[in-house]
């Protein structure tokens, strides 16, 4: 049987564009996964990670012309918004070269022998290797940033782990390119090509998931396709770790107080917010709990002008369109469900945004109306209105796990000097539900920072890892402790001497300059 062909497609018409490779066969993937076996040694070296991460950054900016194009041509994004992407993608690739080059995130820990302590204390020293080859899934929504050369595979490398990216359908040609360029830059570095390889087909994710020598895997995508994968990781005689990001409601809460203060403000925002890159993002607000009564009214109003006055847009892919025109017409069909601006086609190959609104009562109990608690991908929000705050807990006690929850407070509810303490107890209360917190802002926008966590409960993701941020490499690591043993054999992380200059924890203190706990 021929290999199925893999096309690239214009979502702006529907029509294939060009062939671009043909789906991967079996043995075509234990080939890939072979060599990235085979490379994970020269990934050793700190300072070659170091390089490679640095000149994949400088390829990208130089090709960004062509790459912007590609990812356009494929995803109907924009040139705007794909610029700004490709500038986080590539300050990404800078931002993990760094945290390599200064060396914390091994977590170099030496704790010498005590015969005086009972029970005594062996001479013990911990640090982190990599786990071996790592599967990444790529996501639709972004060619870029969490696609071939974005965070899993950029916190992979940085962890010395080789590479074996899915493409995703929706932009094959884009993964072509940017797959070339990664390979690129490992030959310019010394590095077999091995480090870096893309294989494309639905079969292949499947064949990629079981082999035996991957050893944890990245997704990012639905849950009906990440929790597939999630199973299969699992049932592997040897199970592996699966960081799947599947899918995410992110509720937003506005007090009545917020409202009252500014309404056409938090109005205005939500409407940004849900239509920014046509309401395709992962953290897209998709449930508003707003007040029943004169500042809820106002803040609906500002949605509705806002929202009508938005253009129609392309989604990723016609798959998605029509996922979306379903989901939203079913939504809308629901009991007391009342659609201010009706989202729906905009045309044959494009969508118009709209929102729903419902009241926070139905949402309160098991029943039909439970679809509104399930993320819509696409240019919608639901608004549930409440009456008061009991009924704000009840709804969230009935959602999911979620990347993110944000709060909108009045003046006094953000200073902590309300007398309800309103702040406070909507904060504790919305905390379990998501990994990150937004307040008096909006979540769309991901910072790509140290402290950054993109994860949450499930199914907002599989694990408790973020995505994004330095951390993100953790996940592509384990902890190994030598016990008692011989100087001569240890790695050079762990030795007295220090010889790599890394930061350690010795004793239980940092160590200083002179290999020696800054406190002795």
């Known amino acids: ?41 020269t990934l050793a070296d700190r300072a070659v990670r170091t390089a490679l991460l640095r000149r994949a950054a400088d390829l990208l900016d130089e090709a960004g012309e062509a790459v912007i194009e590609a990812a356009d041509a494929e995803t109907a994004l924009g040139p705007g918004r794909l610029t700004g992407e490709l500038g986080r993608t590539t300050y990404q690739l800078r ?78 040609a884009t993964s072509e390119l940017c797959a070339a360029l990664l390979r690129r830059a490992a030959a310019e570095v010394g590095l077999p090509e091995g480090v870096l390889n893309l294989v494309h087909g639905f079969q292949a994710g499947i064949d990629l998931v079981r082999h035996p020598l991957i050893t944890a895997a990245g997704f990012t995508g639905s849950v009906r396709g990440g929790r597939a994968l999630y199973d299969a990781a ?71 002008d806002a929202v009508s ?41 494009t969508v118009s945004a709209g929102f729903l609104a419902v009241p926070a009562a139905r949402l309160a109990a098991e029943g039909p109306h439970d679809l509104l608690l399930e993320e819509c991908f696409g240019p919608v929000t639901v608004v549930a209105r409440y009456t008061d705050e009991a009924e704000i807990g009840s709804v969230l006690a009935r959602l999911p ?44 926008g991901v910072a790509v920072a140290p402290a950054q966590h993109h994860g949450g409960p499930y199914p907002a993701t599989t694990s408790t890892s973020t995505s994004v941020g330095g951390t993100a490499v953790e996940r592509w690591l384990r902890p190994v402790a030598y016990q008692d043993t011989p100087p001569a054999l240890l790695p050079p992380e762990l030795r007295e001497d220090n010889p790599l200059g890394l930061p350690r924890r010795v004793d239980g203190r940092p160590e200083g300059a002179h290999g020696r706990p800054e406190d002795a």
Not at 4 to 18: L, Y
Not at 281 to 291: E, I, M, N, S, T
Not at 409 to 431: I, M, N, P, S
């Open 401 to 444: 796990g979620n990347l993110s929850a944000t709060l909108h407070l009045g003046d006094a509810e953000g200073a902590g000097t309300d007398d309800e303490g309103r702040g406070a107890r909507l904060l504790a209360e919305v905390t379990p539900l998501a990994g990150r917190v937004v307040v008096n802002g909006w979540p769309t």
């Open 95 to 172: 931002a993990f070269a760094d945290l390599v080059q200064e060396g914390a995130f091994l977590d170099v820990r030496i704790d010498h022998a005590d015969p005086g302590l009972a029970p005594p204390r062996p001479d013990l020293r911990r640090y982190k290797i990599p786990l071996g080859p790592v599967a990444v899934y790529s996501a639709s929504n972004f060619p870029l940033a969490f696609s071939v050369p974005g965070g899993d595979t950029a916190s992979a490398l940085a962890a010395g782990c080789p590479v074996v990216v899915k493409a995703h359908p929706d932009h094959p």
């Open 309 to 349: 006055n938005s253009e129609a847009g392309v989604l990723l892919d016609h798959r998605m369109r029509e996922a979306f025109l379903d989901g939203v017409r079913t939504r809308a069909a629901l009991p007391d469900v009342e659609a201010p601006v009706t989202p729906g086609a905009g045309g044959e190959h």
């Open 1 to 41: 049987m021929a290999a199925a062909p893999v096309w690239s497609v214009d979502p702006r018409t529907g029509k294939q564009r060009e062939q671009v490779a043909v789906e991967a066969t079996a043995d075509e993937v234990d080939t890939v996964v072979r060599a990235a076996h085979a490379a994970r040694g």
């Open 234 to 304: 699992a049932a592997r005689p040897h199970p592996i770790p699966f960081h799947g990001e599947l899918g995410s409601l992110n509720p937003v809460v506005v007090t009545e107080a917020a409202a009252g203060e500014r309404a056409e403000q938090i109005g205005a925002g939500l409407a940004g917010a849900m239509t920014l890159g046509v309401g395709q993002f992962c953290v897209k607000p998709g449930l508003v709990l707003a007040p029943a009564g004169a500042g809820g009214d106002r803040l609906l109003k500002s949605l509705t």
